[in-house]
């Protein structure tokens, strides 16, 4: 839930037991109770509110419409974990790197928008290609790999069940399609390796913690990468500093 996945990554950081990176959470942080009411109506109450460890407020606040409210980041106040360092305490979980996620390119949502229109069931058929391949690749002692002619013949089918050929013919679908697919190959296999080396290529967040953590021996080492890292971001330039910098 989104509760718990903000309370624990608050008291990795409240406890210096490791580095959140990524976006700023959701910040889900009260406790509601529920009363039934006649006519099939409930009532809300709140009755309680998760702190993190240090007493940081995972409620972010939000207008009438349950938009966040604008805030002045240099505002809001601030804790010290037992290691020194610095964590915001105004509502969500502030990652310690922010990272922004990559976006679907326009083609990628037409390939999704579209799959949806004409009901192809895109995750499923992709799970079982994934498994197909898998298959014989086990069955030739092979590491995972995406043989151009079953991708082929994959696109293929895809088509058949009613997806446009000129769609599954565009760079960006295909490039997408095979990232996927790759991924799901790795993981019938269960070679967690070879799965998190496909997810690296578009995922930037996995694509940064894992070259952290291969630089790091112990923990304080962790942390004082995290800080070169940062460094060097703001060496970069302004540009860069918006898409990766420390809360």
Wanted: glycine share 10%.
């Amino acid at each position: 839930t989104a509760s718990g996945a903000e309370i624990l990554a608050g008291a990795l950081q409240d406890y210096d037991r490791g580095l959140v990176m990524g976006a700023r959470t959701f910040g889900k942080g009260v406790v509601q109770t529920v009363i039934p009411l006649p006519y099939n109506r409930r009532l809300r109450f709140t009755t309680g509110s998760w702190l993190t460890p240090l007493g940081r407020s995972l409620q972010r606040a939000r207008d009438a419409q349950g938009r966040p409210i604008e805030e002045d980041l240099d505002t809001l106040p601030r804790v010290i974990t037992p290691m020194g360092r610095t964590l915001i305490n105004g509502g969500g979980i502030f990652p310690d790197l922010e990272i922004e996620n990559d976006t679907l390119k326009t083609m990628e949502r037409e390939l999704i928008a579209t799959a949806n229109e004409v009901r192809v069931l895109l995750g499923l058929r992709l799970a079982e290609f994934g498994f197909e391949v898998a298959t014989i690749l086990l069955g030739n002692d092979q590491k995972p790999s995406l043989p151009e002619e079953h991708f082929e013949r994959f696109l293929g089918q895809l088509e058949e069940e009613g997806l446009p050929g000129e769609l599954l013919s565009d760079e960006d679908v295909r490039s997408y399609l095979h990232w996927q697919a790759r991924i799901n190959i790795a993981q019938r296999m269960n070679d967690v390796g070879s799965e998190a080396d496909f997810r690296k290529e578009r995922d930037r967040v996995l694509a940064e913690a894992v070259q952290l953590l291969l630089l790091s021996d112990r923990q304080t080492q962790l942390f004082q990468r995290l800080d070169d890292r940062v460094s060097g971001v703001r060496n970069e330039g302004a540009g860069s500093e918006r898409n990766l910098r420390p809360y």
